[in-house]
């Protein structure tokens, strides 16, 4: 493969759009999956004594149960009541139940299931909105979100077992942590692509010590943000991790191969130079996958990394592997992506 070169790129954070961001709304017919017509589950950080709310009918809570750190359960509305731990922490918080088709979360409010107010899915709270609240915003997922076995072991060139990177001691995963390890992007112990949700890049985890190698995220649902809500990056004090921001869902208007090969050749010169790069966005499986599932053609196609899968049945049935609920919601983005970098002569690839 090719030798590794410098790449140059423009730092998309302070990159001003003039478009206007697009508004969609909600068609359940066009849902990514229609997760109302599921059983889900909501995994909680251990507050009080509820692990998870349990979720038969999603807009149905008298059907919904608590599951209580002993394994045992309860149903969830009496369980509300009698915990005013629980019941604090709920009234100010919104669950995603479901996406659109172009990836977008909407949240249905817990405060309206502890007043008893119906819920109807025409009547849940869009993305922009939720946000906008200053609220806990949890994920509800089928029950099956928790990741399969990575699969067995691959060594890379320089003898390094790329598959005991999705799980080792720097990346226990313990407690309530919601990342995943991109083994086929790594090149080391701490030079590591991770697809996440925002939670978890916004709480210090101290078990979890490749995010203090992190020195470079990638926002994948907003245009700009506080810098300072990350806890990640902590193993240089003098250093804050770089953040790009990019609301990918709205690429859906317009050309974004150019904006998607800058942050390309920013995640891959973050690597190079020794770091880790935590890709998100709100649940970390459509608007982030999408852009690590680029980096994969960014290797193949750019750097000549012909051992890195590069088709895109391939590349989300790896991604999947390892993060079971990542979904290729945005196959535009990758499409326009894909025939980019085809289309590079070999002058430009060497001028990136």
């Known amino acids: 493969s090719k030798q590794p070169t410098k790449h140059s790129y423009t730092n998309t954070k302070t990159t001003k759009h003039n478009k206007q961001p697009t508004t969609h709304s909600l068609n359940m017919a066009s849902a990514v999956r229609d997760t109302l017509n599921m059983a889900l589950v909501v995994e909680l950080e251990e ?113 390094l077992d790329i598959m005991a990177l999705v799980q080792d001691e720097m990346a226990p995963k313990l407690g309530y942590v919601n990342y995943s390890v991109v083994p086929w992007l790594c090149l080391g112990k701490k030079q590591r692509v991770l697809l996440s949700d925002e939670t978890t890049l916004k709480n210090y985890h101290i078990k979890e010590k490749i995010l203090e190698y992190v020195s470079l995220v990638v926002n994948c649902h907003e245009e700009g943000c506080d810098h300072s809500k990350y806890r990640v990056g902590q193993s240089s004090p003098n250093r804050r991790p770089d953040v790009i921001t990019e609301a990918v869902h709205t690429w859906f208007s317009g050309p974004s191969a150019e904006k998607n090969h800058q942050i390309q050749c920013a995640i891959w010169q973050h690597l190079e130079q020794g770091g880790s790069v935590a890709v998100h966005c709100l649940a970390g499986i459509h608007r982030a996958a999408c852009i690590v599932a680029c980096q994969f053609l960014f290797r193949y196609h750019v750097l000549g990394h012909t051992h890195v899968p590069h088709e895109v049945d391939d590349i989300y049935r790896k991604l999947k592997s390892v993060r079971p609920h990542v979904s290729p919601a945005y196959q535009r983005v990758f499409q326009e992506y894909e025939v980019y970098v085809k289309s590079m002569g070999r002058s430009s690839k060497s001028m990136i």
């Open 47 to 159: 507050l009080g004594q509820v692990r998870r709310i349990l979720m038969p009918t999603p807009l149905d809570p008298t059907t919904w149960q608590a599951e209580l750190r002993t394994g045992s359960t309860s149903p969830f509305l009496q369980e509300a009541t009698e915990d005013p731990v629980l019941k604090r922490r709920l009234v100010a918080a919104l669950v995603s139940v479901t996406q659109d088709n172009d990836g977008q979360h909407r949240f249905l409010a817990l405060a309206d299931v502890l007043a008893g107010r119906p819920l109807e899915a025409s009547k849940l709270l869009d993305e922009s909105t939720a946000k906008s609240t200053g609220f806990e915003l949890l994920y509800a997922r089928p029950e099956d979100f928790r990741a399969a076995a990575p699969g067995p072991s691959v060594t890379s060139s320089d003898n």
